[in-house]
């Protein structure tokens, strides 16, 4: 048998930020003034996914091969435009905002967007490709299950950063595999196993406090889990007692450096 199957979207997102910050003056009893900051991030993509399955049988044993082929592009423009200037905000508010007579009015971006400076105006793409094989082999009338599978995935992400005039392209790819195995020792008991790898190749380059970009290394994982699965009282209770690990290294975060104020993009090791 053979599925081909598409889907595409769209999403739009545009944040207005008031900002804020953490640090109170008990003497004048005020909050430092934050940035006001406008974050438009619209981003979209399309995905083309191909299935072949195969069924057969062997010497008893029952056969699924399936081979996909798949392919998709995201698409993203994060801009960022910071108004740090007083004007931007009420005199009462210059040397930070009064816990005491609070005035929250601004002037956002809409309003006047020449007291905004631009931080961070991209225009980024991630292009992919994979193939994937995998076979499943029922035996012993039904009672082992056995699962193996073998995928390649190649990437290209490329971003384009307007501010600097730069455009920086990262070029991976990467071999994953999942094998499992399921055995029912009894009619009401399934013992199972089953262990992994992921990658997911990052989307962009990484901004450090400076507002230099790198390259990020992409994610990658691994896990693995076990257990079984029971059924008691003439099959009307049925449980799942299982065990698993994850771990997941090099994924992508975005923060707010304290120190500078910059939106930065780290990884942040293993988890």
Known sequence: ??????????????????????????????IQRGTARYRPFPEGGATWQNDLVASFATAGVKHKL??????Q???????QYDAAVNQAFPASVAAGLSIDTPDYQFAAYKDNPALFTTVQNEDDTIDMTGVFLSERASLLDGRTLVLAGLRHDSATSTTRDRVSATTTEIDSDAWTHQLGLNVRV???????ANTSKS???QFGSGLDVNGARFNLPNENGRGWEAGFKGEVIQNRLTFTLGYFAITLNNVATTVNDPATGRTVTLTNGEQ
């Open 1 to 30: 048998s053979f599925r081909s199957s598409t889907n595409w979207f769209e999403r739009g997102l545009v944040r207005q930020e008031a900002g804020g910050r953490d640090q109170f003056n008990p003497v004048t009893r005020t």
């Open 199 to 201: 990658f997911v190749p």
């Open 66 to 71: 399936l081979l996909t082929l798949d392919a």
């Open 73 to 79: 592009r995201q698409t993203q423009q994060p801009k």
């Open 186 to 192: 009894l009619p009401q008991l399934t013992v199972y």
